[in-house]
């Protein structure tokens, strides 16, 4: 279902950040199917050095980075990436938050910090695709920016829809398309 949806916004010759990376073979699958313009970025400097072990001869045009989600201004130019994939990494900043109905100040500021980095990188009417546990309700005011509630985001400048993934316990696909 979730490889579907993700063939209907991505092209092989996009140009894809893939965000919070982890040790997931979700981009080596990506790879695998014709997709090979992949930057990989992770916090996690133990994580990106035995990922780039494993597999750069493999994978060669497959790029590893160390760097921060919440400061991706910081590592690339703007309107670098034409697809900004997030496999539950904003859900990892979410574990902080404690109670879902009134997260605290710092949720709210890295997922700000995240949202605004990744529109900034992505190219007019490139696309950031969302793989979360976290249901709409929930997510769509880190998304959308504070206090926004339609389906459009004046704060990133992007239009917002998702669809249901019922596999397992179910998640959720979030599509957001920068305006032009």
């Known amino acids: 279902m979730w490889w579907s949806l993700l063939s209907k916004y991505v092209r092989p010759s996009d140009r894809i950040l893939m965000v919070g990376c982890g040790n997931s073979t979700f981009s080596m699958d990506m790879y695998n199917a014709g997709f090979h313009h992949i930057t990989n970025i992770d916090f996690s400097k133990v994580v990106i050095e035995r990922m780039r072990a494993k597999y750069n001869d493999k994978m060669p045009q497959m790029k590893w980075l160390e760097a921060d989600m919440t400061k991706l201004c910081?590592?690339?130019?703007?309107?670098?990436?034409?697809?900004?994939?997030?496999?539950?990494?904003?859900?990892?900043?979410?574990?902080?938050?404690?109670?879902?109905?009134?997260?605290?100040?710092?949720?709210?500021?890295?997922?700000?910090?995240?949202?605004?980095?990744?529109?900034?990188?992505?190219?007019?009417?490139?696309?950031?695709?969302?793989?979360?546990?976290?249901?709409?309700?929930?997510?769509?005011?880190?998304?959308?920016?504070?206090?926004?509630?339609?389906?459009?985001?004046?704060?990133?400048?992007?239009?917002?829809?998702?669809?249901?993934?019922?596999?397992g316990f179910g998640y959720f696909f979030y599509e957001l398309v920068k305006s032009s």
């Not at 902080?96 to 990188?121: L, N, R």
């Not at 490139?126 to 459009?152: D, M, Y």
């Open 74 to 167: 910081d590592v690339f130019a703007p309107e670098t990436f034409d697809v900004v994939i997030d496999k539950a990494a904003m859900d990892a900043l979410m574990c902080d938050e404690g109670d879902v109905w009134s997260p605290s100040k710092t949720v709210i500021e890295q997922a700000a910090a995240m949202c605004s980095g990744i529109t900034s990188v992505l190219v007019p009417r490139g696309t950031f695709l969302q793989i979360s546990f976290a249901q709409p309700h929930f997510r769509k005011r880190f998304l959308l920016g504070e206090g926004e509630q339609a389906v459009s985001s004046a704060v990133y400048g992007w239009d917002y829809s998702y669809h249901n993934i019922d596999i």
